[in-house]
């Protein structure tokens, strides 16, 4: 990188970060260790013959798809976001992985929807890729492998929308999403009309019949008003940051909305109570999650970080 492109995102990050108004409040609490997740797995009581799926923190979430190990949207690290100099400006965690990475076994799919920071975790990203090099496939948005195609991962396939690819037995599509995909204020990006942009994916998984939908990033759209024949048997739905982006993150009574228009059968959270992202209390997402979570066909499986839902 030449001094000037250098000069160019140190000042332009710094500046965009330094000066927001939530910045005060990520950092406020800089000094403080994440609290233990709520939840641990046990991971040697799940069955290979059934789906099996733990909230890990934020939009992780290890799943057992009938033998075929996935991490989505993998982020372990303390702090998400930008690096200046040695230092990393982004939010610190608040509660902790509810399993170590060094505990898991090779992943045989890394799943990852977009380029944002906390999706698209380059320590963690390079902590598995060295870890088990040559071993592990990703799937990631159109025009963002290009981040992290230094780490020795066995390949990264981008899908654009509707796109379809196979590992390991398991079938993914991408869906469009309402969000964004840019990871620097000044990229070209998919939802600026940039058709060559960064882009931002849900994925719609299918093995033996089964289904599972993960929503990656997304505002409230009615995208997924054409899966209803799906039969989608779990969708995996962001709940959080919604204040004060409410055009680029659901809130939780939209999510139970969209779930239901696709007719899942089960629901998952994810996106809160691991970061400090929004403006919401930092309970508000779940508790606002269980209130309304009766008025709806879709079933709520998981409200804490570190429980597990299991499918047969």
């Known amino acids: 990188m030449n001094r000037r492109r250098f000069l160019k995102i140190f000042s332009l990050s710094s500046i965009s970060i330094l000066f927001s108004g939530i910045f005060q409040r990520l950092y406020a609490s800089g000094n403080l260790e994440p609290k233990e997740a709520p939840y641990?797995?046990?991971?040697?009581?799940?069955?290979?013959?059934?789906?099996?799926?733990?909230?890990i923190g934020h939009s992780t979430y290890l799943i057992n798809f009938y033998g075929t190990l996935i991490l989505t949207d993998p982020v372990f690290s303390n702090r998400i976001g930008l690096y200046a100099l040695i230092t990393?400006?982004?939010p610190k965690r608040i509660?902790?992985?509810?399993i170590e990475p060094e505990k898991l076994s090779q992943?045989?799919?890394?799943?990852i929807s977009h380029s944002h920071f906390d999706h698209m975790d380059y320590p963690t990203l390079k902590y598995f890729s060295e870890k088990f090099p040559g071993k592990i496939p990703v799937v990631t948005a159109y025009h963002s492998k290009d981040i992290f195609d230094d780490l020795p991962f066995k390949k990264i396939i981008e899908l654009d929308w509707d796109e379809e690819t196979e590992v390991d037995g398991v079938k993914i599509k991408a869906v469009r999403v309402k969000h964004f995909g840019w990871r620097y204020p000044w990229e070209n990006d998919r939802s600026r009309g940039f058709k060559s942009g960064r882009?931002?994916?849900a994925y719609l998984l299918e093995k033996k019949g089964k289904k599972i939908f993960f929503a990656g990033d997304t505002a409230f759209t009615d995208n997924f008003k054409s899966m209803k024949n799906e039969k989608i048997d779990i969708a995996?739905?962001?709940i959080g940051a919604y204040k004060p982006w409410i055009n680029s993150?659901?809130?939780p009574?939209?999510?139970?909305?969209?779930?239901?228009?696709m007719n899942a059968e089960y629901f998952l959270p994810m996106h809160t109570r691991t970061f400090p992202h929004g403006r919401e209390p930092f309970e508000e997402p779940i508790q606002w999650l269980k209130a309304s979570s009766s008025k709806y066909k879709t079933k709520v499986m998981i409200f804490e970080v570190g429980q597990t839902f299991s499918l047969a």
Request: charged share 25%; hydrophobic share 40%; aromatic share 6%.
């Open 199 to 201: 882009s931002y994916n």
């Open 95 to 98: 509660v902790a992985p509810a």
């Open 107 to 111: 992943p045989d799919l890394v799943l």
């Open 40 to 55: 641990k797995p046990d991971l040697n009581e799940w069955d290979d013959n059934k789906i099996n799926l733990c909230w």
């Open 253 to 261: 009574e939209e999510a139970l909305i969209m779930a239901d228009e």
């Open 236 to 238: 995996i739905m962001p």
């Open 88 to 90: 990393n400006l982004g």
């Open 249 to 251: 993150h659901c809130n």
